[in-house]
Nanobody, 117 residues
């Protein structure tokens, strides 16, 4: 079992930046992949970015060059961050932190990001 708590969402103007944080607790030593997904109103959830235990990163085409993902190296506390820059109104969504262990994905409660034009 893994518990995930996100923070850092909010309201920002287009072109601005936000940094989302996610703290994982529980069976953190078994986490293989952490990431961020988002869901905009009336749309399905979509992958934003993931990072593996080994540091391999994957980004949605829509955020490449604007968002970065990083993960803590502290084994006692597992954190993942999503640095978002050059934000656009279409980035408005609820952002969810995820953690995958042995093929099972756990989700946080989500944090709202709103980008005004």
């Amino acid at each position: 079992q893994v518990q995930l708590v996100e923070s850092g969402g909010g309201l920002v103007q287009a072109g601005g930046s936000l940094r989302l944080s996610c703290a994982a607790s529980g069976s953190i030593f078994s986490i293989n992949v952490m990431g961020w997904y988002r869901q905009a109103p009336g749309k399905q959830s979509e992958l934003v970015a993931t990072i593996t235990r080994g540091g391999n990163r994957n980004f949605a085409d829509s955020v490449k060059g604007r968002f970065t993902i990083s993960i803590s190296r502290d084994n006692a506390k597992k954190m993942v961050w999503l640095q978002m820059s050059s934000l656009k109104p279409e980035d408005t969504a609820v952002y969810y932190c995820t953690a995958t262990i042995a093929g099972r994905t756990y989700w946080g409660q989500g944090t709202q990001v709103t980008v005004s034009s």
